[in-house]
């Protein structure tokens, strides 16, 4: 009886497959989505950056005009999927509420083409962001396109008013982009706080 039961328990360790579970993650994509392998997404970050806002040489401020000159890819991180080297929220942009916003937005990655816009913020990255800004000109060109949306190599201006304070997103909308961890922080700040804070790389 022993013997038949371990026979029985073998045969069913068999039919469930055992081993590694197979790698269905190209059945996540959706149809339009990039060719390249996308990054593993990792989970949003629970918490903001701690510390204290600095002004990066990437950071200008004139009277009320902020300049903000972001890259996709400046780094490999998450294969080129970054802003300014971070991703998953580990960077924190702050701007004081009725800036003037410019966004000198540039694409370094050598394979992908990517976008970038302000989004209602979230707790779970979602993998089709909505692409209705936040604020009325806060998103690039064509940014869900492989073809019309930033490709590697070229650069695109945005400008908008942050007239609302708040807690938002930078994200990037080509599909499967954002929940892969392209995405940063955006507050507008009502106490007029400005500068960046970035989570150790």
Known sequence: MKRFALGLMA???AACGGGEPADD???????DAPQAEAPAA?????EMPAGELTMPDWYQMDG????LDITAGLTEAGQYWNYNGYQNGDLTITVPVGANVTINFSNNDPNMPHSIGVHENFDTAPANPNMTPVFEGAI???PASMTGATLPGESETIT???SEAGEYT???YIPAHTVSGMWIRFVVSAEGEAGAMMASM
């Open 11 to 13: 045969l069913s360790i």
């Open 25 to 31: 993650s190209s059945m996540d994509q959706p149809a």
């Open 42 to 46: 990792e989970a949003p970050a629970a």
């Open 64 to 67: 009320t005009n902020v300049t």
């Open 140 to 142: 690039s060109e064509d």
């Open 160 to 162: 908008f008013t942050a």
């Open 170 to 172: 930078l994200v990037c």
